[in-house]
């Protein structure tokens, strides 16, 4: 169950604050309070979708066609469309998703990412 309280629902509703990097009619792309990378964007479907799994159930094909279109968009005005960035998707607790609305994390500005999740046993 979406829960209308979380954070990124009272960030659409204005009932707080972000530094806006970019909207259309489906999403909405922000930078992130707490950024890992000298580039850390997030983007949001405008819908209430807790997961990719909600998203995929609910969202219509121009939902989703927009939220992509939105994360395009944010990295190239976020100065990363060049340089080349990661985008990554917290989904559910194995993945420690912190916040219940699906989003999308846009991180770059700096070629020492690592190439990808450390094997860890
Ligand atoms: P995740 O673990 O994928 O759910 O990450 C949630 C992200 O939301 C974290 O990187 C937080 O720093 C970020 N975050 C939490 N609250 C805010 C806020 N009010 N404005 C911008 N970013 C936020």
């Given at each position: 169950m979406y829960d209308?309280?979380?954070v990124?629902?009272?960030?659409?509703?204005?009932?707080?604050?972000?530094?806006?990097?970019?909207?259309?009619?489906?999403?909405?792309?922000?930078?992130d309070v707490n950024p890992?990378?000298?580039?850390?964007?997030?983007?949001?479907?405008k819908g209430p979708y807790?997961?990719?799994?909600?998203?995929?159930?609910?969202?219509s094909l121009e939902e989703m066609g927009g939220f992509m279109k939105a994360v395009a968009e944010s990295a190239k005005i976020a100065g990363v469309e060049d340089?080349?960035?990661?985008l990554v998707a917290?989904?559910?607790a194995d993945a420690h998703q912190e916040v219940p609305h699906f989003?999308?994390?846009?991180?770059?500005?700096r070629p020492i990412m690592g190439r990808m999740i450390k094997k860890t046993e």
């Open positions: 209308q309280n979380n990124f629902a009272k960030i659409l509703r204005g009932e707080i604050p972000c530094k806006k990097v970019h909207e259309n009619e489906h999403a909405l792309a922000f930078h890992q990378m000298p580039v850390h964007v997030l983007v949001i479907p807790t997961n990719l799994e909600e998203f995929n159930a609910g969202a340089s080349g960035y990661r917290n989904n559910g989003h999308v994390h846009i991180f770059g500005g």
